[in-house]
């Protein structure tokens, strides 16, 4: 038997999961890290601490599934996107935590750049909105603000990277200095179209081309893995970002396709095939993962989707585990939400570092709204999980004006799909059946996917997406024009987040 290592690296834990011949789960481990909040709107990691997590858990996985390290034909990377780490490439010793891709420090610089009348050329470019969720404005900020990095970074000492290139990094003791289009898409320099680093990019938002990964199609062998990492040397044959991995694992390789992603944050997407849509709707265009054997990834067939960023959702969850003291453990949740018929009138807006799609607002906070005397924490946990389906409401909505598409169906992946409570309010306010997988870590499988396609484990991804199996299908059973005014509500209490940090 052969085997497939995928490494999952996410905004709060880092997982390993081996896969076999037949792409079925053998083993996972997984191992949350510290989350950093050095003052508000900021949200950093220590890269060293990703490494290492990740590491013990590639080990903790394999170990368990008793398979021998020469077994393992390849690893696949798949990871949280935006999230920007700058080091030092003769050490390989980060310069400052990671700037996490929730973190809103540049929102004034994304401010002078839209008054700079930039904003059409990056949407043209890039399919993204001028916003500090990508690295761009992240990489520039670490720049300006540790002593010396500029200069050192334009010889050519340094170099920036997402997660995905970080681990790549470290994994092949400074060998590999690479990524994959789904990534190099999210960082506000690349452009999709060419499937390249842009120079007039680069200028406008002050980063040297030096510093850049280079980029390869996202089914491709990238590098080795050291042998002192697992007991021998494994190929790193794939790399995406989360969502895209997310993707790809869901089978929804065919236009009108589309998955939503419960984790920390919420991602809708849409596959939109070889045409890149724009939006008029306040979503983003993006890469998909990339296949084909081309030599980078600028030979490589492109491949388009519509994506709505949701930045909170299942880390709404954890604030009321971690800060609020609601529960000791997340999935604690769906049975105190569901001791009450709904949530009493109570709306909870978790805009705790602004709002994504369709609103793009870095100055929304959080609210909640509709409290009463008779208001309990449980009302307040069904509306913090009916926030999650209101969100990805609003961007299902946006989707649907843009692709002109009225979607079927909703594939769902991602810890949060496993709370039914969720899934059947979601499927109600969507009005469309929302469809579970058997396997519900589908990033993980997107990334075990890509990696043994690039080895030949795999024949196609066609091949690999007739594999995709039904666990639980929600119908909606709401009638719709009780949806429509819950949806109301939620966007009038939407309303009243947005902005709020301007008033401070």
Partial sequence: MRYILALDQGTTSSRAIVFNEEGAPVQTAQQEF??????????EHDPN???ATQCEVAREAVEKAGVHPTEILAAGIANQRETTVLWDRQTGAPLANAIVWQDRRTAGVCAQLRADGVEDTIKAKTGLVLDPYFSGTKIAWLLDNIPGARGRAERGELAFGTIDTWLAWQLSQSR?????PSNAARTMLFDIHKGDWDTELLEMLRVPRAILPDVYPSAHVFGMIAPSVLGAA????????????ALFGQGCHKPGMAKNTYGTGCFMLLNTGARAVASANGLLTTATAQLGRARDARDADKEYALEGSVFIAGAVVQWLRDEMRFFNSSAEIEALAASVPDSGGVVLVPAFTGMGAPHWDPQARGVI??????????HIARAALESIAYQSADVLEAMQK???????????????????????????????????????????LGAAYLAGLAVGLWPSRE???SRWEVGRRFEPQMIPAHAA????QWREAVKRSLRWAELG
């Fill in 463 to 465: 091949a690999l997406a």
């Fill in 34 to 43: 510290r989350q950093i909040y050095p003052q508000p709107g900021w949200v």
């Fill in 485 to 488: 005014d819950l949806l109301g």
């Fill in 49 to 51: 601490e990703l490494f």
């Fill in 402 to 444: 843009d692709s002109g598409e009225k979607l079927k169906e909703l594939r769902v992946d991602g810890g949060a799909a496993a709370n039914d409570l969720l899934m059947q309010f979601q499927a109600d306010i969507l009005g469309v059946p929302v469809v579970r997988p058997k396997v519900l870590e589908t990033t993980a």
């Fill in 234 to 245: 494994v190929p790193i044959a794939g790399i995406a970002g989360d969502q895209q991995a």
């Fill in 176 to 180: 590999t200095h690479v990524t994959d």
């Fill in 369 to 378: 709204v509709g409290i009463t005397r008779g208001t309990g924490r449980a």
